[in-house]
């Protein structure tokens, strides 16, 4: 098993708000960790966001004796949400800051993967199937049939975040366990990356290399010509030395 991954601040942005942590190693119990977060609430407190929830879930994980992956993901995401929102009320600075979060985890041919906010998760084969689903405005809509998918991009919402790390309320994140078929890459990214690109031309660049650090440098590449609009992080796993 191999992976890449790497965080852009884009063409049109000053400051980079993502964060990234990837170990092919054993990261506490678990085999490997993989996380994407993409930060929010201001110049600096969003970049304070996702560099500071990464290491909290990162330092959990290492401490933690649970085994089961879903449940220890579960447990550090709620444990970083609740240190991110005490840590934005004690600095005016920071208050309202919050972040996406996409994990995940791969033991054998299994899958885990937890997310909040819309940070993504594709799993890449034959074809692309996006894993996690967006806690966004516009997701809500299209899931109520009161948008048509294909407008979502464009959408003048699209960036409002239902669920984050970071809010008052306790966070609800989402889990998910799929079973890998031989050859399947997985994928992480932030939004710059699926707002500029589409997913069939994303399946089409992970299909056609089998580096993962060719990859990542590709979409990234191929989100900055399209503008860039956004800090574009991806981490890809090529699972195929199992």
Same mark, same amino acid.
């Given at each position: 098993?191999?992976?890449?991954?790497?965080?852009?601040?884009?063409?049109?942005?000053?400051?980079?708000?993502?964060?990234?942590?990837?170990?092919?190693?054993?990261?506490?119990?678990?085999?490997?960790?993989?996380?994407?977060?993409?930060?929010?609430?201001?110049?600096?407190?969003?970049?304070?966001?996702?560099?500071?929830?990464?290491?909290?879930?990162?330092?959990?994980?290492?401490?933690?004796?649970?085994?089961?992956?879903?449940?220890?993901?579960?447990?550090?995401?709620?444990?970083?949400?609740?240190?991110?929102?005490?840590?934005?009320?004690?600095?005016?600075?920071?208050?309202?800051?919050?972040?996406? %979060? !996409?994990?995940?985890?791969?033991?054998?041919?299994?899958? *885990?993967? /937890? #997310?909040?906010?819309? +940070?993504?998760?594709?799993?890449?084969?034959?074809?692309?199937?996006?894993?996690?689903?967006?806690?966004?405005?516009?997701?809500?809509?299209?899931?109520?049939?009161?948008?048509?998918?294909?407008?979502?991009?464009?959408?003048?919402?699209?960036?409002?975040?239902?669920?984050?790390?970071?809010?008052?309320?306790?966070?609800?994140?989402?889990?998910?366990?799929?079973?890998?078929?031989?050859?399947?890459?997985?994928?992480?990214?932030?939004?710059?990356?699926?707002?500029?690109?589409?997913?069939?031309?994303?399946?089409?660049?992970?299909?056609?290399?089998?580096?993962?650090?060719? %990859? !990542?440098?590709?979409?990234?590449?191929?989100?900055?010509? *399209?503008? /860039? #609009?956004?800090?574009? +992080?991806?981490?890809?796993?090529?699972?195929?030395?199992?």
């Amino acid at each position: 098993m191999t992976s890449f991954g790497k965080t852009d601040t884009g063409i049109k942005r000053d400051n980079n708000q993502d964060s990234i942590f990837l170990s092919d190693s054993p990261v506490g119990p678990l085999p490997n960790l993989y996380i994407v977060a993409d930060g929010m609430g201001g110049h600096a407190a969003g970049d304070f966001a996702s560099q500071y929830a990464i290491r909290l879930v990162v330092d959990f994980v290492k401490k933690s004796t649970i085994e089961n992956p879903l449940s220890l993901m579960k447990r550090a995401f709620i444990y970083a949400s609740n240190e991110v929102y005490k840590e934005a009320e004690k600095d005016k600075y920071k208050n309202g800051m919050g972040t996406t %979060m !996409v994990a995940a985890v791969l033991m054998g041919k299994e899958l *885990y993967v /937890g #997310n909040i906010g819309d +940070s993504r998760l594709y799993v890449v084969g034959n074809d692309i199937k996006q894993i996690t689903m967006d806690h966004s405005l516009v997701e809500e809509l299209i899931r109520n049939g009161q948008l048509d998918r294909n407008k979502g991009r464009n959408h003048p919402e699209k960036n409002i975040i239902t669920r984050a790390m970071g809010s008052r309320d306790e966070v609800m994140p989402d889990f998910f366990q799929v079973t890998l078929e031989d050859n399947d890459k997985v994928m992480l990214c932030s939004d710059g990356l699926t707002n500029m690109v589409e997913d069939d031309e994303i399946r089409d660049i992970i299909g056609e290399d089998d580096d993962p650090r060719r %990859m !990542v440098d590709s979409l990234i590449s191929r989100a900055n010509y *399209y503008g /860039g #609009n956004d800090n574009i +992080s991806v981490i890809v796993i090529s699972a195929s030395e199992r």
